[in-house]
């Protein structure tokens, strides 16, 4: 039985909540659901054990997805999120093991196992990965789990990667998916903000990867700072974050799409692409469309480039 | 009126099913429709109908009915 297979029959067995998500998902671009799956789901075998991933991850992922639903529910009634200070969600979730593993896991299966998402994860892997230089030095700011910067990896045996997270569980986590992936060679994990790498030295990147920090942050325009700075000049970034989308840990309320791309543009920063994406099931008489977008992004070489 | 008879209720309420009877062994296998989305909201409804707040984590993998009807005993205790 394939992983895709098994991935099914556990989730109509223990999760039948979760299994329309799931058809919906994968008939988004099968070909490409049953490629990423494989390799995710392949990755969390080896971290897990044969018997245990399926439970450990997909457990973790319906907690998760239910928990974000459940927010969204909220802020539809209240008009606003929850949280506004990112040192409550340090202490709450990035610093605590036992929320934070258990989150890193959901958050890990949602690039393929939520249908919108894997528009984001096509977009990542057609107009950002096969775009990359050759020999590329990439910074992932906020792995988390690490799918996403392993990922490249896999895919270009000539690319190193330094990543930046906040949460100890993100490092633990991270590297165990490169070990699983045999690209640990090549990536380097390290606990810190992302906002403190504003003193780094400019310019030595190649590209940066940062999905789904942005709206995690009290001010985002410094987050916006640190991807230009990092960038060399030409150098290209794969940008996502969530509007109108509640989450335990989202603090900032981006609204519109322009909002991102405004804060991309007064940071030298060319928006080359975008993509905004929803869920096709909403809450009943839902106010607000919670969205996930993706932007390609190239830093200027100069205020004419 | 008991737990179960009130869930009763709100099941049908949410699944605008006059006839929908769910029992303890009910689960999204067999009540159409009964998805994560569908989820939220019945728990919203749930929390309406019994005066209750459900934390998180607390509703994300009841397995069936039966638990949660017990989940809703332990917190109106
Ligand atoms: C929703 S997860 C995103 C994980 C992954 N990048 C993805 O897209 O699936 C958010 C991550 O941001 C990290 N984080 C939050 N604030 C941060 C900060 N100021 N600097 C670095 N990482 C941060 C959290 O620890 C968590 O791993």
Redesign the pocket.
């Known amino acids: 039985m394939s992983r895709v297979q098994a991935l099914f029959s556990f989730v109509t067995e223990n999760h039948p909540r979760s299994l329309k998500g799931l058809e919906e998902s994968r008939a988004v671009a099968p070909e490409l659901f049953d490629e990423v799956a494989e390799k995710f789901l392949g990755w969390a075998a080896k971290v897990h054990g044969e018997t245990g991933y399926l439970p450990r991850c997909v457990d973790a992922f319906a907690i998760f997805s239910h928990d974000v639903l459940m927010s969204q529910a909220r802020y539809e009634a209240d008009g606003h999120y929850e949280n506004d200070s990112?040192a409550k969600?340090?202490e709450a979730?990035?610093g605590r093991r036992e929320v934070?593993d258990d989150?890193?896991w959901g958050?890990?299966l949602?690039?393929f196992m939520w249908a919108h998402h894997m528009d984001i994860t096509r977009f990542y892997k057609d107009r950002f990965i096969s775009k990359l230089p050759s020999a590329p030095k990439v910074v992932?700011?906020?792995?988390?789990?690490?799918?996403?910067g392993v990922w490249m990896l896999s895919e270009r045996p000539d690319a190193t990667l330094h990543g930046?997270?906040?949460?100890p569980?993100?490092i633990v986590i991270a590297s165990s998916v490169a070990e699983a992936a045999g690209v640990s060679g090549r990536v380097q994990y390290t606990r810190?903000?992302?906002?403190?790498l504003e003193s780094m030295p400019a310019g030595e990147a190649d590209a940066v990867?940062?999905?789904?920090?942005i709206e995690?942050?009290e001010e985002p325009w410094r987050?916006v700072a640190v991807i230009s700075r990092l960038l060399k000049p030409g150098g290209r970034a794969f940008l996502?974050g969530a509007l109108t989308a509640a989450?335990v840990?989202h603090i900032y309320e981006f609204r519109k799409e322009s909002e991102l791309v405004l804060l991309c543009e007064q940071h030298d920063l060319r928006v080359l692409e975008t993509i905004s994406v929803a869920p096709q099931r909403l809450l009943p008489k839902a106010r607000f469309l919670p969205r996930s977008m993706g932007l390609l992004l190239q830093r200027r070489k100069s205020d004419m480039w | 009126m008991d737990t179960l008879a009130k869930l009763n209720e709100v099941f049908r309420d949410v699944f605008e099913d006059e006839d929908l009877t769910v029992g303890r062994e009910t689960t999204a296998k067999t009540v159409a429709g009964w998805d994560s989305v569908m989820h939220i909201t019945l728990m919203m409804s749930i929390e309406r109908a019994f005066k209750l707040r459900f934390n998180s984590g607390e509703v994300a993998n009841l397995k069936n009915v039966g638990a949660l009807a017990d989940l809703i005993d332990r917190k109106k205790a």
Request: proline fraction near 2%; glycine fraction near 6%; hydrophobic fraction near 40%.
């Open positions: 990112f969600c340090e979730v990035y934070m989150y890193l958050v890990f949602t690039n992932e700011l906020a792995p988390g789990h690490g799918g996403w930046y997270d906040v949460s569980s993100s810190r903000n992302a906002l403190d990867i940062c999905s789904f920090l995690h942050l987050l996502t989450q840990d």
